[in-house]
């Protein structure tokens, strides 16, 4: 009598899954989670950098108007100049390069 090969066998797939479609681990989960949550934070870092160019170049870059969201470090308001030179390309640098650890994660 001849017998059957386990399912896991049978379907060449390394989680045993018929149809291809692998189970999402709880880690792999968890990294999906704070992927979108830092993509969203990467999206908005970089749409108030764009807006903020854009909103100053038209002004010819007078910096005593405030613009865009309002930024603190240590409890103080950091001024628009501050905020436009340092805070904003700051925030963009981090938050994409994040983004790159969690797509190399995510692949992995």
């Known amino acids: 009598m001849t017998e ?7 379907s060449g797939l390394p989680d045993g899954d018929l149809d291809g ?3 999402l681990s709880e880690e792999r989960f968890q990294l999906w989670v704070a992927f979108c949550f830092l993509a969203c934070l990467c999206a908005y870092s970089w749409y108030w950098c764009i807006r903020s160019i854009v909103f100053y170049r038209r002004n010819g ?10 930024v603190y470090v240590g409890g103080f308001l950091v001024p628009p100049k501050a905020k436009f030179f340092i805070a904003m390309p700051f925030a963009v640098a981090v ?14």
């Open 95 to 108: 938050t994409s390069f994040l983004i790159i650890f969690f797509v190399l994660g995510l692949g992995a």
């Open 21 to 23: 479609e692998a189970q």
């Open 61 to 70: 870059f007078d910096f005593s108007k405030d613009f865009g969201p309002e």
């Open 4 to 10: 059957t090969p386990p399912l896991s066998l049978r």
